[in-house]
């Protein structure tokens, strides 16, 4: 049930994506949030590829789900060291949930842009989660930033 209400959310958002960059072809677009979905598919499905325009090939996963982003939009997370690529630390593993997708409109007029991540949450400890008298782990995700200047 989960794994339905999950994809049938990526392919609203991917709809969405598709319907906007055909509005405005030359329009600039920036997607970003907790996506709650690896830059990688989890085998059974690739929910961020859905969003993307970039899916997993059929036959790669359980549940393909084609995309109808024609249009690719890129990871910013995916520019990062390897080592970098995290928001989140669950049950000791590192990893991307929260990403920032852009279209080709939007890297033209910023070929410059870049991501990082402001390690102020994942890499503390969970006994400072909620805890108003220090400044991190106020969340479990650390928050990534998109710098640009945009012609």
Do not use: C
């Amino acid at each position: 049930y989960l794994r339905a209400r999950r994809a049938a959310q990526a392919g609203y958002v991917a709809g969405w994506v598709q319907a906007r960059q055909v509005q405005e072809p030359t329009g600039k677009l920036v997607v970003l949030g907790d996506f709650n979905a690896s830059e990688f598919d989890d085998g059974h499905a690739d929910l961020l590829g859905l969003v993307t325009g970039r899916p997993t090939a059929r036959g790669k996963v359980l549940a393909f789900l084609g995309s109808p982003v024609a249009s690719p939009l890129t990871n910013m997370t995916t520019r990062l060291p390897k080592p970098e690529r995290y928001t989140v630390t669950r049950d000791g593993n590192a990893q991307a949930v929260d990403h920032i997708l852009v279209n080709g409109a939007f890297l033209q007029a910023s070929p410059a842009a870049k991501v990082a991540v402001a390690r102020i949450n994942a890499d503390f400890g969970e006994d400072n989660l909620g805890d108003a008298g220090v400044p991190m782990r106020v969340s479990d995700h650390d928050p990534v930033v998109l710098t640009f200047d945009l012609r």
